[in-house]
């Protein structure tokens, strides 16, 4: 079984401050998916890297796949009341179809 | 609004109760998939279904049974369910079952509580 794991677990922050959440393994990924979940709602994709050292900016959030496509990072600057969620990665592997691996999550509270 | 829409959004049913929960996308996406969320946890995949057929059953108990009726509709029937079977049950779609990770679209869920 693939594990990833996300840290923290959980993080409450002021509006405004910056802040990082990461996902590790000991295995390879083809693809890294990170998703938000809002409460009552499903996930929802923000971004999906594929390529090792890959960096996808989505206006404050940065997203990095590692060079070993083992680990990934989702760093957000200057975050919002509206950022507030269960942001959640998801590694997909070749070979296994669409199968994805999701990490533990990180719920994430900001205060405005 | 998600392009995959679940209903009911909430259920409350008695342990000799048998529902169904629907799941329908209009994405032509030829993937479906039945997900298990408790709270505070990340999703847990119960089954996949590719071209309508089931393609992965992650050995969840026979009291879920789930049918594909055709590529636009995803439903899960159940049957003697067990309070701890209360969770928010997702429907995901995708393009495709192959590949590096094809994108999940996600419904809002179906909430249900087991009594």
């Known amino acids: 079984t693939q594990l990833l794991e996300q840290s923290p677990q959980f993080l409450s922050i002021q509006e405004g401050e910056n802040l990082t959440v990461y996902c590790n393994s000991s295995?390879?990924?083809?693809?890294l998916q990170w998703y938000r979940q809002e409460p009552g709602e499903g996930p929802v994709l923000l971004v999906t890297?594929?390529?090792?050292?890959e960096v996808k900016k989505l206006k404050r959030l940065t997203f990095q796949f590692g060079d070993a496509r083992k680990d990934s990072s989702l760093h957000i600057t200057a975050a919002q009341p509206g950022d507030t969620g269960l942001y959640l990665c998801?590694?997909?592997?070749?070979?296994?179809?669409?199968?994805?691996?999701f990490g533990g999550g990180t719920r994430l509270m900001v205060k405005p | 609004d998600t392009e995959v829409t679940q209903t009911p959004k909430h259920l409350v049913m008695g342990m000799t109760n048998k529902k169904s929960l629907k799941c329908e996308q209009h994405?032509?996406?030829?993937?479906m998939y039945w997900y298990k969320q408790k709270a505070k946890k990340p999703p847990e995949l119960m089954f996949v279904?590719?071209?309508?057929?089931?393609?992965i059953n992650e050995s969840v108990p026979s009291r879920f049974s789930p049918e594909c009726p055709n590529s636009s509709l995803l439903n899960l029937h159940l049957h003697a369910l067990q309070p701890e079977d209360s969770a928010l049950y997702l429907c995901?779609?995708?393009?495709?079952?192959?590949?590096?990770?094809?994108?999940?679209?996600f419904g809002n869920g179906t909430r249900l509580t087991v009594t």
């Open positions: 998801a590694g997909g592997r070749n070979n296994a179809g669409n199968m994805l691996t």
């Open positions: 890297v594929v390529t090792g050292g």
């Open positions: 995901a779609s995708s393009q495709f079952i192959r590949g590096r990770g094809s994108p999940l679209h």
């Open positions: 279904y590719s071209y309508e057929k089931l393609s």
């Open positions: 994405m032509g996406h030829r993937a």
């Open positions: 295995s390879v990924f083809s693809s």
